[in-house]
């Protein structure tokens, strides 16, 4: 069966909601580079310190701070017989970088969920979080700069991982139990 799973997608396209879903059913952890730079702000650690006006801009973190925190995550015991990951990699560089990683443990990606959606449904949705979590990145300028990012740096990944033959695209405008059922059918092929 399928554990060493990654989720790809523009933001507000349900990836981490579906992440946390796979993390509880196949009993792997969910990481989540977003969620690893939100909670060091909030313990105000000095990554937090270095990352919150990235964040907060919309921008990406600089490469060699978010390949070493992965590095650091991917070799914790609970991500041993699996993991999912949501959030990284971001670009072709960290792409890359995770080949390296994964290569070194021996542990190739299983299957690349990618989780395809429109801009306009993408930023209603987000907008619609805004209210309802309060982010500072979910500010209509700062997610058009998100999700312009996605396009130029993020896309080309999707390609890389399409090329590679183990993208398995969803239809992410679906309800939540509609598009996890789709992705049990592809965890298990
Ligand atoms: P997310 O919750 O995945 O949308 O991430 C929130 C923010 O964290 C992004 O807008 C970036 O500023 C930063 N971030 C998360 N993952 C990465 C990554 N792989 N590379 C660079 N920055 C990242």
């Known amino acids: 069966m399928a554990t060493n799973v990654l989720v790809l997608g523009p933001q507000g396209s349900g990836k981490g909601t579906q992440a946390k879903r796979i993390s509880a059913a196949y009993g792997v952890p969910h990481v989540s580079t977003g969620d690893m730079f939100r909670a060091a702000i909030a313990d105000g650690t000095e990554l937090g310190r270095q990352v919150q006006p990235i964040l907060a801009s919309g921008e990406l973190v600089p490469d ?10 991917l070799s914790q015991p609970d991500a041993e017989e699996g ?5 990284f990699p971001r670009n072709l ?21 990618f989780f395809d959606l429109d801009d306009e449904t993408a930023t209603r949705r987000l907008l619609g979080r805004a209210a309802d979590e309060n982010r500072p990145d979910d500010a209509p ?5 998100r999700l312009a990012i996605y396009h130029e740096q993020t896309e080309p990944v999707v390609e890389r991982y399409r090329e590679a033959g183990v993208l398995f695209a969803l239809r992410a405008g679906g309800s939540v139990d509609d598009v996890f059922a ?4 592809a965890l298990v092929a």
């Not at 993991?83 to 959030?87: A, H, I, M, W």
């Open 83 to 87: 993991f999912v990951l949501d959030g």
């Open 182 to 185: 789709e992705i049990e059918s």
């Open 93 to 113: 560089v960290q792409a890359e970088e995770l080949d390296v990683m994964l290569e070194e443990i021996g542990r190739p990606l299983d299957c690349v969920l």
């Open 141 to 145: 300028e700062v997610i058009a700069r």
């Open 64 to 73: 060699e701070l978010t390949v070493a925190l992965i590095r650091e995550r």
